[in-house]
Nanobody, 126 residues
Framework: QVQLVESGGGLVQAGGSLTLSCAASGRTFSSYAMGWFRQAPGKERDFVAAIRWTAGSTYYADSVRGRFTIARDSAKNTVYLQMNSLKPEDTAVYYC???????????????????WGQGTQVTVSS
């Protein structure tokens, strides 16, 4: 059974940085994409970033490109989201997700992802 456990959320001032971690277990993720989504109160769960586990190719939402970096540590089965230059509008619950894609395209639609973590709150104060 796949388990995704996020950590690293918290409260930070605008302009600050946070690093989120997602520990993955339950299977080999070589044919998976790993991603981060976020959901603010009353809003949809939006794509933030994704990485192909084997190739390491990365994908970002326009709103975070240049500020956020996704990376994975295969030895630790962990995915990270380094968030810099945080803005109040980045405030949301951040979810780690896994999607079996093999050689297919990375999906930005949250409905197409297979597994989810429980989420971690990120709050950016102005």
């Amino acid at each position: 059974q796949v388990q995704l456990v996020e950590s690293g959320g918290g409260l930070v001032q605008a302009g600050g940085s946070l690093t989120l971690s997602c520990a993955a277990s339950g299977r080999t993720f070589s044919s998976y994409a790993m991603g981060w989504f976020r959901q603010a109160p009353g809003k949809e769960r939006d794509f933030v970033a994704a990485i192909r586990w084997t190739a390491g190719s990365t994908y970002y939402a326009d709103s975070v490109r240049g500020r956020f970096t996704i990376a994975r540590d295969s030895a630790k089965n962990t995915v990270y989201l380094q968030m810099n230059s945080l803005k109040p509008e980045d405030t949301a619950v951040y979810y780690c997700a896994a999607d079996w894609i093999s050689f297919g395209n990375v999906n930005t639609d949250n409905r197409l992802w297979d597994y989810w973590g429980q989420g971690t709150q990120v709050t950016v104060s102005s």
